[in-house]
T-cell receptor, first 114, second 111 residues
């Protein structure tokens, strides 16, 4: 257990539905990251926050994706109008920042879009 | 786009054998990290290497960072079934905060 928690662990939804995932980082960490991992691949960066500010978004993050970190603590990732191609493991990580920054990953949310 | 390529992609060996996994890039990284991931779980950090030429040992695992900071290797001595998993290298590019992950090496140790 790294101290980063994600909820739910598994989500099955039908195409076209909206889904929301939650990430609770390690409490003193001010950076929070979202990654997506498809089967057999390494994680790919989606977006990250420094406190409540969203500082970078990947081109992978289409208009159907939105992430928030309203009080600089937990974060949510919402996917609207899900598509089968959204099926993946969504990973959250947090870090303190600084030189040789270490990111600690949560267990992930496995999304299956039918 | 800065890429990290790992080799081999798959490796299946007998318990007790030694193995080496490689992580290579044409780009320079300020540091490299190695993670192990088990099915249905998030990656767990094994080590961070920061200095070019650095060697770190973690019990039976030896990690090396290339002198030019473009490559790294993971050597496991006397592999055990508990070493089975997906091994990922990852690094932040200079000036970026996000991690770029390697393609992964899926290791299976046969008892």
């Amino acid at each position: 257990d790294t101290g980063v928690s994600q909820d739910p662990r598994h989500k099955i939804t039908k195409r076209g539905q909206n889904v929301t995932f939650r990430c609770d980082p390690i409490s003193e960490h001010n950076r929070l990251y979202w990654y997506r991992q498809t089967l057999g691949q390494g994680p790919e960066f989606l977006t990250y926050f420094q406190n409540e500010a969203q500082l970078e978004k990947s081109r992978l993050l289409s208009d159907r994706f939105s992430a928030e970190r309203p009080k600089g603590s937990f974060s949510t990732l919402e996917i609207q109008r899900t598509e089968q191609g959204d099926s993946a493991m969504y990973l959250c990580a947090s870090s303190l920042g600084g030189l040789a920054d270490t990111q600690y990953f949560g267990p992930g949310t496995r999304l299956t879009v039918l | 786009t800065q890429l990290l390529e790992q080799s081999p992609q798959f490796l299946s060996i007998q318990e007790g054998e030694n193995l080496t996994v490689y992580c290579n890039s044409s780009s320079v990284f300020s540091s490299l990290q190695w993670y192990r991931q088990e099915p249905g779980e998030g990656p767990v950090l094994l080590v961070t290497v920061v200095t070019g030429g650095e060697v770190k040992k973690l019990k039976r695992l030896t990690f090396q960072f290339g002198d030019a900071r473009k490559d790294s290797s993971l050597h496991i001595t006397a592999a055990q079934p508990g070493d089975t998993g997906l091994y990922l290298c990852a690094g932040p590019n200079f000036g970026n905060e996000k991690l770029t992950f390697g393609t992964g090496t899926r290791l299976t140790i046969i008892p």
